[in-house]
């Protein structure tokens, strides 16, 4: 119960200052671990496994992302091109994360809380990062 309350209230914290519309500075962000990127039929589509949020990019954003790898933080500064209300959105879907937030640290605690909750339900974690390791 208190992971969750720390999640929702990230989110919410996130969203008030989306709605603030204050100055986002990137450089306090990275990219998500669960992001994957696929190029198809000249759009640029972005998952991200954390959240299940999913962004495509076309028209004009798709020349400034489409070379952008959405897992190496060294392509932020790219991102900043972005009008401000796609930068917001890619936060909002947390493909975009604070700098000090661990997602594998989450992920975890959610799976424990699962685990020992009271509930008879079964609940799976899927990894897709984990795909290229065990297909090699």
Do not use: W
């Amino acid at each position: 119960m208190i992971i969750e309350k720390i999640i929702i209230n990230t989110f919410v914290e996130i969203e008030k200052m989306l709605e603030d519309k204050r100055m986002i500075c990137l450089k306090d962000y990275k990219f998500s671990k669960y992001n994957h990127k696929l190029i198809m039929n000249g759009d640029v589509y972005v998952y991200n496994a954390f959240s299940g949020g999913f962004c495509r990019f076309h028209d004009d954003n798709r020349e400034i992302v489409s070379d952008i790898d959405f897992s190496e933080n060294t392509c932020l500064e790219k991102i900043a091109q972005l009008p401000s209300d796609v930068i917001s959105g890619l936060i909002k879907g947390c493909f975009i994360i604070p700098k000090k937030r661990n997602e594998f640290a989450i992920v975890k605690s959610r799976h424990f809380v699962n685990r020992f909750s009271d509930t008879n339900s079964l609940t799976l974690t899927l990894i897709p990062t984990m795909v290229n390791i065990l297909v090699r």
